[in-house]
């Protein structure tokens, strides 16, 4: 998804993190009978969240009151403070590059020279405009749910916000003329978690070629995305990374049958919980999460 300049007057642009494709892996695993289910809460709380900050930077905003005297006025006037820019400011339905910019969005020059490094973190709670956040939250629905009902809340939230964290780090290293925002870096965190996953993870899936033909289909189209103007790609290469490491650490899973010691005789042989090549890609993630 592209965006324009939303600056009035064209001094900068915003690097919009593009959506995510709202479609997850059909994987299918070898289901242990007492295999924790989760119920998902966090990810749907982070949809609120995202739509909750949408809405204060939209009445910080005030479009009215800042475009009194221009042409063209602004968008859907009966939402009053809530109303939108100008199309020809911002064409996803959204507030002001300026009004982003004092509320958080990544900003090179602030985090080196400003000392604002909270900027890293807060500019994935910002989005560009409606279509933008409503692209971003199907995306964090259609893939965040599935993984935090089979991995549970801590560590699918540590890998969205240390992705989404990893992805500012990469922006703001390549852009340095243009504030980013939105929650794209820590989607495709997710994305490249659930690929680390299904590897690490290989021998428990019943239909291998699939599954990853499917995930890989969903990466290259979100990465694809990347090539249109204004979207913010560091951000999703650098939450992909991110995500990809993470997956490696936090998403094991024992090996098929596997039975814990105490649910077995004293006599009986106990079978390794997880295999040599899992723990060497945890090793390998772990130093390369660390030297990064």
């Given amino acids: 998804m592209a965006s324009g300049d939303l600056e009035r007057g064209g001094g900068s642009h ?3 993190r593009g959506n995510s494709y709202n479609q997850s892996s059909s994987s299918s695993y070898y289901v242990e009978n007492n295999e924790k289910q989760w119920t998902s809460w966090l990810v749907p709380m982070f949809v609120v969240a995202n739509v909750a900050v949408f809405v204060v ?13 221009f042409e063209g006025g602004c968008v859907a006037r009966f939402l009053g403070r809530l109303s939108f820019e100008p199309l020809k400011e911002n064409p996803l339905f959204g ?13 090179w020059d602030k985090v080196v020279h400003g000392n604002q490094a909270w900027r890293l973190i807060t500019c994935i709670w910002l989005h560009a405009g409606v279509i933008h956040l409503l692209a971003n939250m199907l995306s964090l629905i259609f893939i965040g749910i599935r ?18 964290f990893g992805g500012s780090v990469l922006s703001s290293l390549f852009i340095q003329r243009s504030i980013s925002v939105g929650a794209s870096g820590a ?3 997710l994305l490249g978690a659930m690929l680390s996953e299904l590897l690490t993870n290989w021998t428990i899936y019943t239909n291998k070629a699939a599954a990853l033909i499917t995930l890989m289909v969903i990466i290259v189209i979100n990465l694809a995305v990347g090539i249109l103007p204004h979207v913010d790609n560091f951000a999703h290469i650098g939450g992909f990374l991110t995500g990809f490491l993470l997956g490696f ?27 040599a090549y899992q723990y060497l890609f945890l090793v390998i993630a772990m130093v390369l999460l660390i030297v990064g």
């Fill in 14 to 16: 915003v690097k919009n």
């Fill in 57 to 69: 930077v939209m009445y910080v905003n005030n479009c009215p009151r800042n475009n009194q005297g």
């Fill in 95 to 107: 507030p002001s590059s300026n009004t982003l910019e004092k509320l958080g969005a990544l900003n």
């Fill in 147 to 164: 993984l935090e009902q089979q991995f549970g809340f801590i560590r699918v939230g540590l890998i969205y916000l240390l992705s989404g």
């Fill in 187 to 189: 989607l495709f965190g």
């Fill in 249 to 275: 650490v936090l998403l094991l899973r024992p090996q098929f049958g596997w039975v814990g010691r105490k649910h077995l005789p004293a006599s009986a042989r106990v079978t390794s919980k997880h295999k």
